[in-house]
């Protein structure tokens, strides 16, 4: 093989490696879903409780009271490894609410409004910066207006969360009080299908471009060593 058709050859299966990259990443894309805990134990400085990716199945008793007024944070319980991007689209927070004491007091009022944000929670400044929100009320469900989930949908600009640094949620209670039902998956945030994977790289793009890298190299080298031969 000589020169030429080696750089022609090197070309071709970098072009190769590239588009089977593309389109591994772009089939992997999927939404996911962060579920709402209450588990406050190693929270990052900023948050209240941890969001996990995995559903906390049998998980019973977590509830809580949001008053007046009340916020609080849910991060993600793993930091982004990498700078990670998400694309401008739709987020969906449902927030499931519990009866107390098998009356309707937990629930949401028409008359009360909470409000979802989804954002950046930074490692160093413990700041939360919002990227979306929105808001909703109680409507009528029979129980004297109240409703026992709702279901809030945020449009997002596209937006990075730096490496370090935590996707977060934060839900505030504007006005009225709701007892938040957080057993196993009952309430949670979910991301959009695109952007990047979070908190890491996907390990079959990895693999492949590594796979790749790798036989490259020894592609190359192959050749170079078969060239001093002659």
Same mark, same amino acid.
């Given at each position: 093989? +000589?020169?030429? !058709?080696?750089?022609?050859?090197?070309?071709?299966?970098?072009?190769?490696?590239?588009?089977?990259?593309?389109?591994?990443?772009?089939?992997?894309?999927?939404?996911?879903?962060?579920?709402?805990?209450? @588990?406050?134990?190693?929270?990052?400085?900023?948050? /209240?409780?941890?969001?996990?990716?995995?559903?906390?199945?049998? /998980?019973?008793?977590?509830?809580?009271?949001? $008053? +007046?007024?009340?916020?609080?944070?849910?991060?993600? =319980?793993?930091?982004?490894?990498?700078?990670?991007?998400?694309?401008?689209?739709?987020?969906?927070?449902?927030?499931?609410?519990?009866?107390?004491?098998? *009356?309707?007091?937990?629930?949401?009022?028409?008359? *009360?409004?909470?409000?979802?944000?989804?954002?950046?929670?930074? $490692?160093?400044? $413990? *700041?939360?910066?919002?990227?979306?929100? @929105?808001?909703?009320?109680?409507?009528?469900?029979?129980? $004297?207006?109240? =409703?026992?989930?709702?279901?809030? =949908?945020? =449009?997002?600009?596209?937006?990075?969360?730096? /490496?370090?640094?935590?996707?977060?949620? /934060?839900?505030?209670?504007? +006005?009225?009080?709701?007892?938040?039902?957080?057993?196993?998956?009952?309430?949670?945030?979910?991301?959009?299908?695109?952007?990047?994977?979070?908190?890491?790289?996907?390990?079959?793009?990895?693999?492949?471009?590594?796979?790749?890298?790798?036989?490259?190299?020894?592609?190359?080298?192959? @050749?170079?060593?078969? !060239? +001093?031969?002659?």
């Amino acid at each position: 093989m +000589n020169k030429i !058709e080696t750089k022609k050859a090197v070309v071709s299966f970098l072009v190769a490696a590239v588009v089977l990259v593309s389109v591994v990443g772009t089939a992997s894309a999927v939404s996911i879903k962060w579920y709402m805990t209450d @588990n406050d134990v190693g929270v990052p400085t900023g948050a /209240q409780y941890w969001m996990t990716r995995g559903e906390r199945s049998g /998980q019973t008793g977590d509830f809580f009271w949001l $008053h +007046n007024s009340d916020s609080f944070i849910w991060s993600a =319980n793993e930091s982004a490894q990498c700078d990670v991007s998400f694309c401008g689209a739709q987020w969906s927070v449902l927030l499931d609410f519990s009866s107390d004491g098998g *009356e309707c007091d937990g629930w949401l009022q028409s008359t *009360e409004t909470i409000t979802a944000r989804v954002g950046i929670l930074n $490692h160093t400044t $413990h *700041e939360f910066t919002e990227i979306g929100s @929105n808001s909703a009320s109680g409507y009528d469900t029979g129980c $004297h207006s109240w =409703n026992a989930a709702v279901t809030i =949908n945020i =449009n997002s600009a596209a937006f990075t969360v730096p /490496q370090g640094d935590y996707l977060a949620l /934060q839900i505030s209670m504007d +006005n009225g009080e709701v007892q938040l039902d957080q057993t196993g998956s009952n309430s949670w945030v979910k991301s959009p299908t695109c952007g990047d994977p979070y908190p890491t790289p996907e390990l079959p793009t990895i693999v492949l471009m590594s796979t790749g890298l790798l036989a490259l190299a020894g592609f190359v080298l192959y @050749n170079r060593r078969k !060239e +001093n031969k002659k």
